[in-house]
Each structure stands twice: as structure tokens, then as C-alpha cells.
């Protein structure tokens, strides 16, 4: 599928909002962004689907769905159960809670937080060498320490409007990722970028939120791993530790002054 979010001029000009998914004035630009955005989708999971076959586990760790080791497979959507899957919740970085800057209490925040420029980031990105779109995806959100992860549906639009600019070029390896890498304008442009725009997002972040997040990913890293390596008995005994852990966070979270 070598160009699967339409033709140029299409939902991702400059007559509608780029990446976030917000749809045209017309009924004709608003069937045209669904269907981007349908096909983006359509992407994403077969870009995972690839990379979970070639780096990925089953994890079949705890109870309910099976999932799959940190960051793999299109089943890890479904983690450890509520508020644990991609980046420790279904709309990206963060619990899924009101974890982080921008979030609520009891609402949650996905990558409805902090955000930065998608076409700013690829560009910048691409200037260190070719990359996948899931590549760029992680490497966002290992950059901005977990603060910012863009979804597939602002991603890869973005980048097939760069291809149609002319300011990358994207090419089939092995007959399934996409390889993107810049072009000799691309590059030009590239160079204009001063600040990455993940440094924008983790400037003034309060650190106390981002060891949260490390010290998170770090757990959910081990308890992967647990799925995968641990006994029967490992296992219950890694759940009841998860579970005391949850608890006394409550209990922490139920102090008052």
C-alpha cells in the first residue's frame, strides 16, 4: 500500500486541521478525512502486527485478555486491564486516569496533555536517518519522556503529506514497513528546526511526574517479563504484589494534610 491516505489536495491540505482528525466544512472533505484516517489505522496495525512478529512475545501474564511485552503487537491495547496498554492507558502516554500534565482526576489523559508539532518531529527525526512510522512514534514519545506519544491518526497522515511536498520520500522494505527518509529539500528544511519539539514538551515538566512515568514503565517492563518467564506460582506471587501495590497507592492518594 505504498500511498494509502489519498491523493494530494485531499483531507490533509492546508484547508483543514493537519493530524489531529478534525473533519472538513464540506460532506465530501469530511467522508475523504474518514477514510484517511481509516486507512491510517489500517496502517498502524499492520505496522504492528510486523513488528510484533519480529520482536514480540505473547504475554500471557495475570487474568483476561492476553497481551503482549511493552510497546508490541495490536493486542496490547488490551495490557493489564483498564488504564494499562500502550504507554499505561488506551489514549497513549500516561494511566489512562488523569495522570500528567493537562489530565484530571478521574478523566483520562492519553496524549490529550501536552503536544508538539507532528511535521516538526518527523522532519526532525528523519534528519537522524530513515525510519518507519512506528519507529517515529516511539522515538516521540521515548524523547519527550513519555509526555507526548502522537496517535497513528496525526502520524501518518502527516507523513504522507511530506511525501506529497515533496519533502520526504517513502519506499517499501521487504514488502511491508514503509521506509521513510528525507529529500534534498527535506533536508533543507530540516535544518531550519532549532529546537526539537520534544524539548519543547519536557521544558519546565515537573520532574515528579516523570519518574512516576519511568518508575511505571519500569514495572510494567518487569511484569512483562514475568508473563513470559515466571512459573504459575512466580506469577500469583508477582500479582499479589501488584495488587498491595495499587492499594497503598490509594492509600497515599486518600492523605490528607
Known amino acids: 500500500m505504498n500511498t494509502p491516505f489519498g491523493p494530494p489536495g485531499g483531507p490533509f491540505t492546508d484547508d483543514a486541521v493537519h493530524g489531529f482528525g478534525f473533519g472538513p466544512a464540506t460532506p465530501q472533505q469530511r467522508r475523504a478525512a474518514h477514510i484517511a484516517r481509516r486507512q491510517a489505522r489500517r496502517e498502524f496495525r499492520r505496522q504492528l502486527r510486523d513488528h510484533a512478529s519480529e520482536n514480540c512475545a505473547p504475554l500471557g501474564f495475570g487474568t483476561g485478555h492476553q497481551g503482549t511485552a511493552p510497546g508490541c503487537g495490536p493486542e496490547f491495547r488490551h495490557g493489564f486491564g483498564p488504564g494499562f496498554g500502550p504507554g499505561f492507558g488506551p489514549g497513549g502516554p ?5 495522570f500528567g500534565p493537562g489530565g484530571h482526576r478521574g478523566h483520562r489523559r492519553g496524549n490529550r496533555g501536552r503536544r508538539g508539532d507532528v511535521r516538526l518531529a518527523i522532519l526532525a527525526l528523519l534528519a537522524e536517518g530513515p525510519m518507519h512510522g512506528y519507529e517515529i512514534i516511539q522515538q516521540i514519545a521515548e524523547r519527550s519522556q513519555g509526555l507526548w506519544r502522537p496517535s497513528p491518526g496525526s502520524v501518518y497522515p502527516t507523513l504522507q503529506m511530506l511525501v506529497d511536498e515533496g519533502l520526504i520520500a517513502g519506499s517499501e522494505t521487504d514488502g511491508k514497513k ?50 513470559q ?17 495499587r492499594k497503598e497507592i490509594y492509600g497515599i492518594l486518600g492523605e490528607t494534610d
Open 229 to 245: 518467564a515466571a512459573t504459575p506460582e512466580q506469577q500469583q506471587r508477582i500479582v499479589d504484589i501488584i495488587n498491595n501495590a
Open 178 to 227: 514503509r521506509l521513510f527518509e528525507l529529500t534534498e529539500d527535506g533536508r533543507g528544511v530540516a535544518e531550519t528546526v532549532e529546537t526539537p519539539p520534544w524539548e519543547q514538551i519536557t521544558d519546565g515538566a515537573d520532574p515528579g511526574q516523570i519518574n512516576l512515568r519511568t518508575a511505571t514503565g519500569q514495572l510494567f517492563g518487569a511484569a512483562a517479563q514475568a508473563g
Open 94 to 98: 500516561g494511566f489512562g486516569f488523569g
